[in-house]
T-cell receptor, first 115, second 115 residues
Framework: AQSVAQPEDQVNVAEGNPLTVKCTYS??????LFWYVQYPNRGLQFLLK??????LVKGSYGFEAEFNKSQTSFHLKKPSALVSDSALYFC?????????????FGSGTKLNVKP | DAGVTQSPTHLIKTRGQQVTLRCSPK?????VSWYQQALGQGPQFIFQ???????QRGNFPDRFSGHQFPNYSSELNVNALLLGDSALYLC??????????????FGPGTRLTVL
């Protein structure tokens, strides 16, 4: 079965510092991995995805993610954090069955960026 | 393009009542999925509709039912509401033919409170 895990409930960083939000995955077959961000009382916004190819994926708002097959990880990164990046971040993996666009989400990581 | 829209924004119901939530997918999308996001948790898959049929279902009781209309819009119905049904209900749309690497687009959600 497909699953993702986000080991940190919360990550605190200072504005201007690099940030990393961790995600590990467990999949059967090819991993289709996604990152979403959720602001308070809002739905989820797509940030980036890994399909195949380059292990470093570029996404929206300056975010990127590093896919590591040997460590089964897909960590979200940003070189320089902004206060406006403070939000809830979710890692997700797609269902193995190509006929069903079902996602499995992690429990989320709250990112706090302090001025 | 209005993206995914959901109505209503908020709902307050009492135990035992029934509720209907509505979703209009992003233009050009044919698949609608519903997720339940309890407070402090990641979204959990309820079910998916494609071609007006329920194609896949998560671990939710039969009190949760849905419908998809010819214009691809969808409804989520919950009967005999329980306190534990209080959550943010998210609708997501996608194009099934887009392949397994296609991201889902989420609506802003409906906040359901059961008293």
């Amino acid at each position: 079965a497909q699953s993702v895990a986000q080991p940190e409930d919360q990550v605190n960083v200072a504005e201007g510092n690099p940030l990393t939000v961790k995600c590990t995955y467990s999949v059967s077959g090819n991993p289709y991995l996604f990152w979403y961000v959720q602001y308070p009382n809002r739905g989820l916004q797509f940030l980036l995805k890994y399909i195949t190819g380059d292990n470093l994926v570029k996404g929206s708002y300056g975010f990127e993610a590093e896919f590591n097959k040997s460590q089964t990880s897909f960590h979200l990164k940003k070189p320089s954090a902004l206060v406006s990046d403070s939000a809830l971040y979710f890692c997700a993996v797609r269902d193995i069955d190509p006929n069903f666009n079902k996602f499995y989400f992690g429990s989320g990581t709250k990112l706090n960026v302090k001025p | 393009d209005a993206g995914v829209t959901q109505s209503p924004t908020h709902l307050i119901k009492t135990r035992g009542q029934q509720v209907t939530l509505r979703c209009s997918p992003k233009s050009g999308h044919d698949t609608v999925s519903w997720y339940q996001q309890a407070l402090g948790q990641g979204p959990q898959f309820i079910f998916q509709y494609y071609e007006e049929e329920e194609r896949q279902r998560g671990n939710f009781p039969d009190r949760f039912s849905g419908h998809q209309f010819p214009n691809y819009s969808s409804e989520l119905n919950v009967n005999a509401l329980l306190l534990g049904d209080s959550a943010l209900y998210l609708c997501a749309s996608s194009l099934l033919a887009g392949g397994p690497w296609t991201e889902q687009f989420f609506g802003p959600g409906t906040r359901l409170t059961v008293l």
